[in-house]
């Protein structure tokens, strides 16, 4: 909520003082308008600027702020067909705007005598507080610390080399290594490697291989399945692909499935781990954010905003911290714990299972956009079965316990559902709407109630 003024003259002066600066490029955002911005921004020490709000602007939007609720008035966020018709921006809107910018920002760096943008970067000394405002607001207003400029050679204060690509370390290309005969020839793969929190992204390249070579529908069910040890870092099982399954054994960082496409990820801790898994984080903060399908299971805890954007995965997941299914439009969640605050918000889609024996839950859960059902016979069939795939993936006490006293502890789950999300199934004659399960999953065989459409999201509904 500070101004980014302050975030970006902090930055700029921690990382001169430490001599980094040279091989970081540093962007700000935040509230960057016209071409005074960039020029402010440029001599705090930013290389980059971030632009959202006016160039949507540009677009159209009006900001009405409700992009949640698929009710955009100009037809921007929305996937409503009448209101997408009133859509009216074109890439020219947003390339004038940039000019104007520019222009703006070059008229000023022509009254610095400065040529290149690059030598605005880190220049403070070109900044002065302005002397002439006369407001109370302002009496005693020391902006010293803000342009501070710590001493430095002028190769210091801002970008000067490039910074050596991760990909040629990836730990994914052993992994596609390993993976070759089902790439090529869809034989099956196991394999068990280390991971350390160095490895980001793990599982993303393997993806990216899988497809090339097979198409979008990827490889059969469990034909790669591979074991990994260790400490994962940021984005584990990024985009991964259908036929590719990540068990971890360990821990991981942010952002675990993100864009998951179809692939199947276990994370459990060490089977020589002396903690209870259900009482400790195993996963971090958004995970699955912008997921589109595949399955998911985190023996323990996981951070804040679980799941959100998500729009056809299904996670199981023993608790999650505040916001958990945030934006959700698609998808099943099922919570084998305590959830944090503010779960559901701006959900418009999808369905969440919470376990709540204690009658808590309703408290956390931010019912503006949702409502509670009790769990019908098809819910129960799909709960049960998850919960028990997420034992055996996992080896999940409390999946176990469950299970084991499913006649009295079924009874404790709580059905977040979105009304309208509701009403779009009533309306095609599903309670629960399309999971696409692989052919050998065991709730393939359907039984009643489970949509074989081609998509889960009816067209004109908030997906």
Known sequence: GSPWEIGLAETQQTLVLNRLRGRIAVQVDGGVRTGRDV???????????????????????????ACH?????????????????????????????????????????????????EDLVGRTDLLKANDAIDHWKARGVDLSGLLARPQANPDQIRRTRAQDSPLPYA????????????????EPVTAEVEVRNV??????????????????????????????????????????????????????????????????IAVRPNENATFAAEENVIVGNTVLYGATAGRAFFRGLAGERFAVRNSGAIAVVEGVGDHGCEYM??????????????????????????????????????????????????????????????????????????????????ASFVKVMPHDYKRAMAEVGSSNGHIDYPDDHPVSSGGEGFVTSESETPAGTAA
């Open 329 to 410: 439009t698609g998808g099943r969640v099922i919570v084998l714990g305590r959830t944090g605050r503010n779960f559901a918000a701006g959900m418009s889609g999808g369905v969440a299972y919470v376990y709540n024996p204690d009658g808590t839950f309703g408290a956390r859960c931010n019912m503006e956009l949702v409502g509670f059902d009790d769990l019908d016979e098809n819910d129960l069939e799909l709960v049960k079965t998850l919960v028990g795939e997420h034992r055996d993936r996992t080896d999940s006490i409390v999946a176990a316990k469950i299970l084991d006293n499913w006649a009295e502890a079924s």
């Open 199 to 264: 490895n980001r992204a793990v599982g993303a390249l393997l993806s990216s291989a899988v497809t090339r070579a097979n198409g979008a529908d990827g490889l059969a069910p469990s034909t790669i399945k591979l074991t990994l040890r260790g400490s994962a870092g940021q984005s584990f099982g990024a985009w991964l692909a259908n036929g590719v399954e990540l068990t971890l054994i360990g821990d991981s960082n942010d952002y675990v499935g993100k864009g998951l496409s179809g692939g199947v």
């Open 39 to 65: 020029l402010v921004g440029a001599l705090l020490g930013a290389d980059e600027m971030g632009f959202a709000t006016a160039p949507l602007i540009a677009t159209g939007c009006v900001m009405m702020r």
């Open 69 to 117: 609720l698929n009710t955009c008035p100009v037809g921007i966020a929305t996937q409503d067909p009448v209101l997408r018709e009133r859509f009216q921006g074109q890439p020219e809107h947003v390339i004038n705007f940039f000019f104007f910018v520019a222009n703006e920002a070059r008229a000023i760096m022509a009254q610095l005598g400065i040529r290149k943008f």
């Open 171 to 186: 730990l994914d290309w052993e992994l596609i290594e390993l993976a070759q005969p089902a790439i090529d020839k869809g």
